[in-house]
């Protein structure tokens, strides 16, 4: 749900998402486009003050045209609600807008994105982080951080601390809620959900 909201000259911010949005269903910026079944783009209020970019779409969120709807987000909204952060709250989005997929007989197995094709889409997280203007932007993965920071990083490296941004407001990084999905031990499992939910947690109150 987008939420109405008006920047300091009296311009309406819905509007303008509403065009960008329309836009971004036509791009054609790299090739995913050619067979993705749509564009999923970001939602969420405008006014958010905290924004989530996970790295693509997957191929639930493909079909449903919607951000975070497949396992992964089950595991983000989980992990959110632990740390105490609304998702009707924030803004959500990816750092590539079209699913990038291997086929295999009837399943469509997930590639990674490639630096041309975060950099195609890095116009489309720009002009979204221009209107919504959030104050904490959290990046989840490495594809979401080297879209947020403009160069290659590592989790490690960056996790779970305040990052001032050059555009304004503060970084965060974190993993992506589908590396628990692949871990086959559940007790190492548990302890990387907590020290997710901590992430989380540390990126909402360094915003207050």
């Known amino acids: 749900m987008v939420r109405t909201a008006r920047n300091s000259i009296g311009g309406n911010i819905e509007t303008a998402w509403e065009a960008l949005r329309a836009e971004a269903a036509s791009c054609t910026r790299c090739h995913l ?12 209020p405008i006014d958010a003050r905290m924004m989530f970019v996970g790295e693509q779409p997957g191929d639930q969120e493909d079909l449903a045209g919607r951000p975070f ?3 992964a987000g ?6 959110i609600g632990a740390a105490g ?13 079209h699913f990038k997929f291997e086929p295999r007989g009837k399943r469509r197995i997930h590639s990674k994105p490639d630096a041309g094709e975060i950099q195609a889409c890095r116009w489309w997280y720009e002009q979204e982080r221009l209107l919504v203007k959030p104050a ?4 989840l993965g490495a594809t979401a951080a080297r879209q947020m920071l403009g160069k290659v990083v590592t989790i490690s490296g960056t996790r779970g601390k305040a990052i001032e941004l050059a555009e304004g407001g503060l ?3 974190t ?5 628990l999905l692949r871990m086959p031990d559940k007790s190492r499992a548990e302890d990387e959900f907590a020290a997710f939910v901590e992430d989380l947690r540390g990126a909402a109150k360094a915003v207050g």
């Open 136 to 139: 904490m932007t959290v990046a």
């Open 74 to 79: 089950q595991i983000f909204d989980k992990a």
């Open 33 to 44: 486009y050619k067979h993705a079944t749509q564009t999923v783009f970001g939602e969420g």
């Open 69 to 71: 709807v497949g396992p």
């Open 175 to 179: 993993i992506h809620p589908s590396f």
């Open 171 to 173: 970084g965060w990084v």
């Open 85 to 97: 952060i609304d998702r009707g709250r924030v803004y959500v989005t990816n750092a590539v807008k």
